[in-house]
């Protein structure tokens, strides 16, 4: 009896794990460490090119390929190796080190080499061209040793491969890693290549559950690919279409076969859930993320108590201004203004207000990114001479006298006293409630198909493509936050004049980024704000320069400030005007105008 069932175990057992059959994880990363071997073959192709003075065109069509062989591997290298992924095709800017302050990072890798061959090899560049495409084959080195040592989980497969198609989506279609060689629909095409190489080696577990959703998932898949193949071109593509009938549905199918496998769902936390089926579904960004700290999480006591002081100029030191005479819900939480004014001197104040819809989702908070937590935001308004001029312990002593708020406290804080961490808290959870993303945009890329008309739509494509708006404002937040992981934020310098006047244009003298970072690489760079809500918190720019919409388009469309004719040298927009019709740049501001939501929150 004992011999025959541990016979029965032993049997279900090698059933279980066939002998020589390897596990999924061990495949993929077998494929993975091949594709990347076929990465480091068409590299080496490029730098031999380089070193015998190939002429541009070959040189091109090398580096295109090359950039095809990257692409299959970059949802894992992303995934694995950000920092080494970054080496090899991050943005052609230099960066500050982020441990010490004043080393600046030279840029390197695909983007740095597409500026010395295109629009044609750049005269007198050969040296440099060659030097730089050592540099890459030597991270793609570095990446092939760690490709060997890798170890991953079913469910980590399945989350990178969903991130890549959100990486897709938001940042590979907008031609942000490409900006001058226009090749992002063919690399789109590949993109899903490498999903569906991976998603293979599932095939046939996936066939077992369930043969019918097996088969329409290789259906859908062979259909995107044939769609990415009859539009290759990038100035004309649709991208709202391809999100829409391939990209949402895809990650979606991609989330129920894991569901199907019985692959748990990836826990870690994250501020795009683990479970979003796409970039735009409801209720996938988690505003606690970037919370200091577990106890500062949201709850509806904090929440209450936050509204209630946002709304109370208790904070203020003359006892006239609240956050919401700046903040106003019906602006979007901005004021209207060009600037606002300092509460003694009644002059004008350095910044225009803001508004603060999502401002929760942002790794980094203010025109220059000098405070991470909506905590030490709140503080340093508080404290501010211009703008509050209040100060936490005179306001820890009115609130303590005051027994509405002493209950508010007690529940919102059981364990404490009134206090400066209470207060801060509070505020902070009243503005990480305030999300607002289920604009008429959202609607429609969750299937409302009357919630956009054709001209918005047309706003969105040119938004995401011929506008380039889209490699700054990255969806779906369409602010600087890096998708997919949504971990940093970037600093742009456009140019940003002091007045409308594009006759005399001056730049404005504000230093941005500078005054928190003194490296001259952030003069005058200032955060990528979203434009959702946007048609609510005219005036625009840092200092308010632009009254509409219009206005600003019109300057994106000269060129930013160098188009004006400023002297900028490190300005990030690149200064070739947009060529945008009018009827064109009106679709922008048509497209930016549905991306209001007033129905989400709260007041
Ligand atoms: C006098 C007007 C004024 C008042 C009052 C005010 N703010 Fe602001 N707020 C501003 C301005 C101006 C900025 C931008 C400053 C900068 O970036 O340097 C700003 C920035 C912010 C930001 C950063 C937004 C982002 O996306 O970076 C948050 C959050 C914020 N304020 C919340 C508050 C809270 C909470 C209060 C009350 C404690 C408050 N503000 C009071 C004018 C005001
Ligand atoms: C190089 C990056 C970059 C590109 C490309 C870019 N933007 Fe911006 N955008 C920014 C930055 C940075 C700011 C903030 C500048 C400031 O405050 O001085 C900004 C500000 C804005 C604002 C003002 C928001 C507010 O609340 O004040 C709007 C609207 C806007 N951009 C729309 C667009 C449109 C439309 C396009 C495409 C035609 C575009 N942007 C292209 C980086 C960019």
Redesign the pocket.
Known sequence: MLIAFACFVVTCWLACFPARQESTVQQVLQVYQSNINQLAVATDSFVFAAKTGADGKTLQALFCKARLAYKRTEWLTEYYQPYTARLINGPALAEVESEDKSVVVEPEGFQVIEELLYPGLQPGAEAELLRQAQTLRSNIGSLQTMAASLQTTDAHVFDALRLQLFRLVSLGLSGFDSPLAHNSVAEARVTIESVEQCLSIYRSSLTQVSAGFSATLNQLLAATKQYLAAHPDFDTFNRMQFTRRFANPLSESLLTAQGQLNISVFSEPRLLKPGAKNLFAEDVFNPDFYAPGAEAYASAAKRQLGERLFYDPVLSANGERSCGSCHQPGKAF?DGLKTNKALASGLALK??T??LLNAALQPALF?DSRVAYLEDQAKSVILNREEMHGSMDVAVQKLKRNAAYRAMFIKAYPDAEISEHAIKNALATYVRSLLALNSRFDHFMRGNNSALNATEIQGFN??MGK???????FAPLFN?SNPPSFTRI?????G?PLTADTLHPQL?P?G?KFYAIKTALYR????????RN?AL??????????RS?EE??AF??RG?GKGLGLNIENQ???EEP?N?TPSEQKA??A??NALTDTTSYRK
């Open positions: 901005s910044r225009n803001p508004g025109y040119l938004f506008a380039k708006c889209g490699t700054c404002h600087g970037d600093a742009e310098v456009l940003v404005d504000d941005g005058h760079a200032f955060k990528t704000p979203t434009v946007t918190t005219a005036p625009y720019m840092h200092n308010g320069v632009f919409l600003v388009v994106y469309n930013g990030t927009l690149p947009l945008l922008v501001v497209f930016m």
